[in-house]
């Protein structure tokens, strides 16, 4: 027979010897090819790439067809020359060359065209990689370790911005992982004036000021490098938040500006609207007393003029005057130029003695409810007087005026729960609902302002008077004080 009958015979066994040779080297260290030698196992021995010892098979009870048994071994020396390449200790995976690609390829397209292209799950090593953000198997990809997990470059994010972590360098928080700008972003922080982080002092500590009520961190310095400060909420004027000074030496931020009461004409609505809140609960003042608005300079003469009397230092807002005095008054409200106020005109005004109360007198340039929040403070001394209280000490007076200021406030900004007494403000502003969010949370800290208060005569005596207020009523406890200048207990 001639040679060339079957032309594709002595290829099929050239490249089956091939694979074979292949085969035998890839697998040096399997239980199929290993011999004892001295009771130890060792590889065999190779001379050159044409010689090689292979141990005799061994015979089995299988009656499976020898091609059926080459073909199921084959299959398995393939999977698990596969799996063996997960465990290469490369840092980002591994991926085989191309030479073992196209040998794996070229055996399948021959023999097994069928053959799966993935590793089976019972050949999967035992450490197969899940990633630890998508819960995706990462497979042959690149793959990041970190905290005992493991995860795609693209899935190693950080916890606050949810951008990728590229960088060798990371912060972790329990279990978070973040960028080092992204976690001092978060954890250290900025002042609310300069807006820089705020520096650490000698000690290496992180050092700030905060306000007890708007909760403003800034640092220790701005309280002495002349940074101005609301003479109303008291906040520190921020870089990006300019202030209006009023030119007394005050300044006023644009939350407060909003519903400043500038001029004396300005603000008489709102006394006659306390006055009625008094007569509601029947504590008429039978005296029209005058009411002016006046600058801080205007006010401190007429302090120094005032021959008794106890006033709330550092920073007086309001006075019930009693003495004949010459007091400069606003007439005319000024107007907002650049960042301070022009244009303001006003009038001296003499007040006469007629009775016990001669006038009251409030800052200029407040918000409405801490102008209001003064005028029912200082009425109250006026009512006090007219009816009679004398020689109380100021812890008394003083204690049962910040009531009344604090009961007026709150039947303004919360006329639902309404106050102690069941006298409803008469402001058109509660009746209409037409304060803002802003404004209200001005009331609340007016408010705090008054049960906080460290003096012994302001705060001290209001939490005595707010006490007996609520076990008394406001009636029994005036009666108490008339009786004996004192508060019940």
């Known amino acids: 027979m001639s040679s060339s009958g079957n032309p594709s015979q002595p290829g099929i066994y050239e490249r089956r010897s091939w694979f074979m040779r292949w085969l035998s080297k890839l697998f040096r260290g399997g239980s199929n090819t290993r011999e004892v ?29 020898r091609t059926d048994k080459e073909k199921e071994e084959l ?61 995706r198997d990462i497979g042959y990809g690149n793959y990041l370790g970190c905290m005992g997990a493991f995860f795609h470059p693209e899935c190693f994010c950080c916890r606050a911005c949810r951008y990728p972590i590229t960088e060798q360098e990371f912060s972790l928080s329990g279990k978070d992982a973040y960028h080092k700008t992204c976690f001092k972003e978060l954890t250290h922080p900025k002042c609310e004036v300069c807006f820089q982080y705020i520096p650490t002092n000698g000690a290496g500590l992180i050092e700030y000021r905060c306000h007890p009520f708007w909760s403003q961190k ?115 409200r000024p107007k907002i130029g650049g960042h301070g106020l022009i244009g303001m005109r006003t009038q001296p005004q003499k007040l006469t003695r007629r009775c016990e109360v001669t006038a009251i007198l409030v800052l200029y340039g407040l918000p409405r409810l801490l102008t209001g929040a003064i005028l029912a403070h200082e009425l109250m001394h006026g009512w006090l007087r007219l009816k009679g209280y004398r020689n109380l000490n100021p812890e008394v007076e003083e204690g049962i005026c910040q009531v009344l200021s604090y009961m007026w406030l709150e039947s303004e900004i919360m006329p639902a729960s309404a106050s102690t007494s069941s006298a409803p403000s008469s402001s058109s502003f509660s009746k209409k609902g037409g304060r803002s969010r802003t404004e209200n949370k001005l009331g609340e800290f007016f408010m705090h302002q008054i049960a906080h208060d460290a003096s012994p005569a302001y705060g001290g005596g209001f939490r005595s008077a707010n006490a007996a207020v609520n076990m008394y009523g406001l009636r029994r406890t005036l009666d108490h004080i008339r009786l004996t200048g004192s508060f019940p207990m």
């Not at 591994?94 to 799966?116: G, M």
Request: charged content about 25%; glycine content about 8%; some cysteine.
């Open 75 to 135: 299959d398995r020396a393939i999977a698990l020359s596969l799996s063996e390449g997960l465990k290469k200790p490369n840092g980002y995976g591994w991926r085989p060359n191309n030479n073992e690609e196209d040998l794996a390829k070229a055996v399948q397209d021959d023999r097994h065209s069928s053959y799966p292209p993935f590793v089976p799950r019972e050949y999967q090593p035992m450490g197969y990689r899940v990633c630890g953000g998508c819960n």
């Open 218 to 332: 800034y640092c220790p310095v701005h309280e002495h490098d002349n940074t101005a400060r609301c003479c109303s909420c008291e906040r520190l004027e921020s870089v990006n938040a300019r202030y209006i000074s009023l030119g007394d030496g005050r300044s006023l931020c644009m939350e407060c500006m909003e519903s400043a009461i500038m001029d004396t004409g300005d603000c008489q609505p709102l006394y006659h609207s306390i006055r009625d809140y008094y007569e509601g609960m029947n504590m008429r003042l039978d005296q029209q007393i005058p009411m002016l608005l006046v600058e801080r300079q205007a006010l401190n003469e007429a302090i120094v003029g005032e021959k008794h009397g106890f006033h709330h230092m550092p920073e007086t807002r309001g006075l019930c005057l009693s003495e004949e005095q010459t007091v400069t008054s606003i007439l005319k």
């Open 37 to 65: 030698v001295g009771g130890a196992h060792r590889p065999p021995q190779f001379n050159g790439d044409e010689s090689m010892v292979l141990r005799a098979p061994v015979r089995s009870l299988d009656n499976r067809s």
